[in-house]
């Protein structure tokens, strides 16, 4: 498996951007699915979304839709959240996840490696 590392995460305004990265050290990214978590104060963790080996893309939040966007780079052997238009409601720790295989999940389960988390705050 690959050990993940995100960066990226901050304070942020209301209707601001961040772009947060997951760098991936120990094996090849292309073989992996790889996907965006958060979890808010109190509130469980969601699956946001997902790219896959094939770079297609999910979003599984109705309302990141138009405002955020997967990305990978496996040369660099990393992938982006950019985050657009971003609300309070954002606001949450974000980690990205791993599994080998093709295919997107929304299910957390399904991830077995994760990176150890970064902040977004979204607030005025």
């Known amino acids: 498996q690959v050990q993940l590392v995100e960066s990226g995460g901050g304070l942020v305004q209301p209707g601001g951007s961040l772009s947060l990265s997951c760098a991936a050290s120990g094996s090849g990214l292309d073989v992996y699915a790889i996907g965006w978590f958060r979890q808010a104060p109190g509130k469980e963790r969601e699956g946001v979304s997902c790219i896959t080996t094939g770079d297609d893309e999910f979003y599984y939040v109705e309302d990141v839709k138009g405002r955020f966007t997967i990305s990978r780079d496996n040369a660099k052997r990393t992938v982006y959240l950019q985050m657009n238009s971003l609300k309070p409601e954002d606001t949450a720790v974000y980690y990205c996840?791993?599994?080998?295989?093709?295919?997107?999940?929304?299910?957390?389960?399904?991830?077995?490696?994760w990176g150890q988390g970064t902040q977004v705050t979204v607030s005025s």
């Open positions: 996840a791993s599994k080998r295989g093709p295919s997107c999940s929304r299910y957390d389960w399904r991830y077995p490696s």
